[in-house]
T-cell receptor, first 112, second 111 residues
Framework: DVKVTQSSRYLVKRTGEKVFLECVQDMDHENMFWYRQDPGLGLRLIYFSYDVKMKEKGDIPEGYSVSREKKERFSLILESASTNQTSMYLC???????????FGPGTRLLVL | QKEVEQDPGPLSVPEGAIVSLNCTYSNSAFQYFMWYRQYSRKGPELLMYTYSSGNKEDGRFTAQVDKSSKYISLFIRDSQPSDSATYLCAMTGGSNYKLTFGKGTLLTVNP
């Protein structure tokens, strides 16, 4: 079974803090993704990575950066958290373009 | 027109009912179609995966794709309270890594 884990289930941060969300997959997948999910807006792609040290912007990259130093680990960074970044953050991984994505359990981030 | 349209519901049915969930899409390049189930406060999990047009059955679940109408469906037979969740359709053309998701339909199956 594919396992995608995320470092925290719930996180509370203050405006202006730097926030790190970490995702680890154990299936040697090439591709990893970060989404945010908001009521009424669905899942929106923030960034994805198709290889170590490679990344591409998704639909809503503003205010976020990512890091992929190892194949199994993909980090999402909020450089200076803002209240409009309060959301559910989901990490996913997949082995190939035509393959399904496997999701982690999500991190609920609240920025005060 | 949005790329993928999905009725958000909520949909409430009695236990044992047949449930029909649907998505329409506008991009004719989509070839791979998925249904995910997401329980409250959890990540989405893959339920069904189909390629191109046709039907696929897995237990109580049947996925149907009609590319000519740009319409996909998920049928749940003999629905159970444990089926209560949000169901997300997703699709891709297969030429890049991006999945396009519907916004999800919230289903409640009442005992």
């Amino acid at each position: 079974d594919v396992k995608v884990t995320q470092s925290s289930r719930y996180l509370v941060k203050r405006t202006g803090e730097k926030v790190f969300l970490e995702c680890v997959q154990d299936m040697d997948h090439e591709n990893m993704f970060w989404y945010r999910q908001d009521p009424g807006l669905g899942l929106r792609l923030i960034y994805f990575s198709y290889d170590v040290k490679m990344k591409e912007k998704g639909d809503i990259p503003e205010g976020y950066s990512v890091s992929r130093e190892k194949k199994e680990r993909f980090s999402l960074i909020l450089e200076s958290a803002s209240t409009n970044q309060t959301s559910m953050y989901l990490c996913a991984s997949t082995v190939g373009v035509q393959e399904t994505q496997y999701f982690g359990p999500g991190t609920r981030l609240l920025v005060l | 027109q949005k790329e993928v349209e999905q009725d958000p519901g909520p949909l409430s049915v009695p236990e044992g009912a047949i449930v029909s969930l649907n998505c329409t899409y506008s991009n004719s390049a989509f070839q791979y179609f998925m249904w995910y189930r997401q329980y409250s406060r959890k990540g989405p999990e893959l339920l069904m995966y189909t390629y191109s047009s046709g039907n696929k059955e897995d237990g109580r679940f049947t996925a149907q794709v009609d590319k000519s109408s740009k319409y996909i469906s998920l049928f749940i037979r003999d629905s159970q309270p444990s089926d209560s969740a949000t169901y997300l359709c997703a699709m891709t053309g297969g030429s890049n890594y991006k999945l396009t998701f519907g916004k999800g339909t919230l289903l409640t199956v009442n005992p």
